[in-house]
């Protein structure tokens, strides 16, 4: 029989508005991508929505439509873009300075481009120490920021004649930050932003601006923004989903790919280091140690939620894993990342993997970008809140229900993903069990 969808999912009517906190490399690379695709320019590789496809009931069936004809997605040709950043240049520029792009095709696009021109950007420099920031708001309290971004997202709502709006975090990365008690509750952190309480971040008033207007949230960052009880809080009261958090692009991909091949082998691992080089904004931010910490620590979670040592102490309790990351100007956007990987097998004899990634960081964020702000208009119309673990795939330190480990196995990810999808149309879920082909 097949499972119910438990709500009716409403159609995909109108324009959706795409909001971004930061419109730097990855926020330029994601919309000069989705023009270069309406125009006929290119096509929209590394987007799951856009050309992949989902397997309906049995595989003699020989159903699998593209996941965009599956389930009512709105069709990139009624995107609308709009964001903030702390510095005032136009798309088409952030794009050039960026140099992710052949210049050539930035100026195919260069009209579109020139259009999208930021809201100045909520900033505190403790949080961001590398950076100075020369386009930004000024407010009385936190609270009067957060006021300052609503006026904004109602602004651009009136102005683009959007019918709905998802908000995607594509900013820099903020300090190391923990939970206190001014995340613990909505009224706790609503006094917090009176008195402009300095535990509060500047993702955090985007993340509260958006959910208090109803704009879905992703956080593409490590950052702790959403990922507290006050947030999730008004995520729940204003009916909103929420994911995050931290874009799963380069390393850490390739890390929840292999590490779940070792783990199906049960070989073992006596160490994984991994080191790189990238010399853009976000590199520069980085390069700040506590940055780097918020980092370190999205990027060393993985590997011990997939290896699982307490389940396999033989194999991976004695695991050493190491991550380093180097600002190097030279390399702009062309990140480079190198993993040497200790493994050893039969009577623990030992292996060694290394890999040289070589890849422009942002060439892979901005399908992602695209994927979850789709995901999330679609789930907003399903009447799905709160936090979307099924968009776990698209992160490095997947968000979830309280005291609930989260899945970094990328293929466990797709198959929640995909599974999540059938549900949502009353078709079968998958289970690959497989044994009905052979009765």
């Not at 999912?9 to 309406?38: D, Q």
């Not at 009136?158 to 709905?164: F, L, P, Q």
């Not at 300090?175 to 300095?198: R, Y």
Request: charged share 25%; aromatic share 10%.
């Amino acid at each position: 029989m097949p499972v119910q969808r438990r709500a009716v999912i409403k159609p995909a009517e109108g324009k959706l508005g795409v909001l971004t906190p930061g419109m730097g490399a990855v926020t330029t690379t994601f919309i000069a991508g989705v023009e270069a695709v309406r125009r006929g320019l290119a096509k929209p590789i590394g987007s799951l929505t856009q050309m992949g496809t989902v397997r309906l009931g049995k595989r003699t069936d020989n159903r699998s439509p593209k996941i965009k004809d599956f389930v009512p997605l709105a069709a990139i040709e009624d995107l609308a873009f709009g964001g903030w950043d702390i510095f005032a240049d136009n798309a088409y520029q952030a794009a050039a300075h960026a140099g992710v792009l052949e210049q050539k095709l930035l100026d195919q696009l260069r009209d579109a481009l020139e259009a999208v021109t930021p809201m100045p950007g909520v900033f505190e420099q403790r949080y961001v120490p590398r950076l100075r920031a020369t386009h930004i708001k000024q407010g009385s309290s936190k609270m009067d920021l957060a006021e300052q971004l609503i006026d904004d997202i109602t602004g651009f709502r009136e102005r683009s004649g959007v019918a709905r709006l998802v908000m995607v975090w594509c900013g820099s990365t903020e300090t190391f930050q923990k939970a206190g008690q001014v995340h613990s509750s909505l009224e706790n952190f609503e006094c917090g932003l009176q008195k402009s309480d300095p535990e509060i971040a500047p993702s955090q008033i985007y993340a509260y601006a958006a959910l208090k207007c109803g704009v879905p949230f992703a956080n593409g960052a490590p950052n702790l923004t959403v990922d507290t009880p006050a947030l999730q809080q008004l995520a729940r009261e204003r009916q909103v989903p929420i994911a995050g958090k931290d874009y799963k692009t380069g390393q850490t991909f390739l890390k929840t790919l292999l590490a779940p091949g070792l783990k199906s082998r049960l070989l073992g691992v006596s160490g994984w280091f991994s080191s790189n080089i990238l010399g853009n904004r976000d590199g520069e931010v980085l390069d700040d140690p506590e940055a780097f910490r918020t980092k370190e620590e999205s990027k060393l979670s993985a590997l011990e939620q997939i290896l699982q040592p307490e389940l396999y102490p033989d194999l991976y309790s004695s695991m050493y894993h190491k991550v380093r990351i180097h600002y190097y100007p030279p390399r702009g956007d062309n990140k480079e990342g190198w993993d040497n990987i200790d493994i050893f097998g039969w009577l623990g004899y030992p292996v060694q993997i290394k890999i040289d990634f070589l890849c422009r960081d942002s060439i892979l964020a901005a399908p992602l970008v695209l994927d979850l702000a789709l995901f999330l208009d679609l789930a907003q119309r399903a009447s799905m809140h709160g936090v979307q673990e099924w968009l776990s795939f698209y992160f490095k330190s997947p968000m979830t229900a309280p005291q609930l480990y989260p899945e970094h196995d990328i293929f466990i990810q797709l198959m929640k993903l995909k599974n999540t999808l059938r549900w949502l149309k009353g078709e079968d879920l998958i289970t690959h069990l497989g044994l009905e082909y052979y009765d």
